[in-house]
């Protein structure tokens, strides 16, 4: 088995996704451990925008450097004799705070300007166009801090009430734009780069499948899916990871699709800070330990503040109701003496947003 971490530094389903990674030729594919040249260079002009990283490199972690390696490190050769890339889809499934939007980005504006396809449309799609925007004014900022890239890419509509915000390439008559369900019609994309953001707050398939056959005119399209852990088993996001964990599994054999899900395993204390870095790569970075600490504590005492630990902060990938609570607590008996009460309470399952 291949790990990216040291022995018990991310879960299973991590290094389910390392095993399929190997140096060689595998079902007419090839692979390289190594970034591809062209979106190590690309990376180097990008520049992060928020908190104590504004205006630093942005520097991919140990995590990031192996999702992107894989998905643009594999190559498939066509019968038209081209090299093309072996994933359509990437499922990413981290939880919060883990730098899932910024990665977005980079790779939104690599689809955009650097990936040598002409006309490219490369979307940041979203429930609604507010969401979308999220990622794609992340691009904008990247943009804007690098010389290179304000040369090469026009913006446009970047105003907090712009309708019509757009990045534009002119050389290839390329462009990135925010897209929301909620707009009035999604027919006519010809999509080469989709950055799907949120998917587990979406509560219907349609933007993923407008989005997945809008594909079928492109080389070598992709659609990266980022996510946290949520409530809907229901939805379109349950169902994909399901999917992703069938081919992880090797139930499942679908050579496009790529798959990493960072989530503590089954049997693991979620309350052990141990084993947090399975469910946060980021740890240290951006996922700040003393924080962590702090919602434990919550969460501890404070029923209804177990799920802002639970699913989205710590468990990742582990899907489950709304609320699942035992507490533990004393109160005075009948006798005058002190008494240990256990409750357990239970919340149903909601099909909304988190």
């Excluded at 630990?309 to 003496?337: A, I, K, N, S």
Aim: glycine share 10%.
């Amino acid at each position: 088995m291949v790990r990216w971490w040291p022995a018990g530094w991310c879960g299973w389903h991590a290094n389910g996704t390392c095993e399929t990674w190997r140096g060689e030729r595998i079902g007419g594919c090839t692979g390289t451990l190594r970034l591809p040249s062209t979106l190590l260079i690309f990376f180097r002009f990008l520049r992060q925008s928020k908190g104590e990283w504004a205006g630093a490199p942005l520097q991919l972690q140990p995590w990031q450097q192996f999702a992107v390696g894989s998905v643009f490190g594999w190559m498939r050769e066509a019968t038209d004799g081209g090299r093309y890339r072996r994933y359509r889809t990437a499922y990413n499934e981290v939880s919060r705070k883990n730098g899932k939007s910024t990665l977005g980005a980079g790779i939104g504006l690599y689809l955009l300007d650097a990936d040598g396809e002409p006309g490219a449309e490369v979307y940041s799609a979203a429930t609604v166009k507010d969401q979308a925007k999220i990622v794609w004014r992340e691009a904008m900022q990247m943009v804007r801090k690098s010389p290179a890239l304000r040369r090469r890419i026009q913006m446009v509509g970047t105003g907090p009430k712009s309708q019509g915000a757009n990045m534009f390439v002119p050389d290839t008559a390329s462009k990135f734009e925010p897209l929301g369900a909620d707009v009035d019609s999604l027919d006519g994309l010809n999509v080469h780069g989709a950055i799907v953001d949120e998917l587990h707050a979406h509560k219907t398939r349609s933007m993923w499948d407008v989005l997945e056959t809008a594909t079928a005119a492109r080389r070598q399209p992709l659609i990266w899916a980022i996510t946290t852990a949520g409530f809907n088993r229901d939805g379109i996001c349950y169902e994909l990871r399901e999917y992703s964990v069938q081919v992880l599994e090797g139930l499942v054999q679908d050579d496009r699709w790529f798959a990493f899900i960072a989530t503590i395993d089954e049997g693991d204390d979620p309350f052990d800070e141990t084993i947090w870095i399975k469910a946060n790569p980021n740890l240290g970075i951006s996922v700040k330990l003393d924080d962590l600490r702090s919602l434990v504590l919550k969460a501890k005492q404070i029923p209804a503040a177990l799920n802002n630990f639970h699913v989205p902060r710590q468990h990742g990938g582990r899907w489950q109701p709304r609320l699942v609570h035992v507490h533990e607590g004393w109160r005075d008996g009948p006798d005058g003496r002190r008494q240990l009460v256990r409750a357990q309470y239970f919340g149903g399952l909601e099909d909304s947003q988190e």
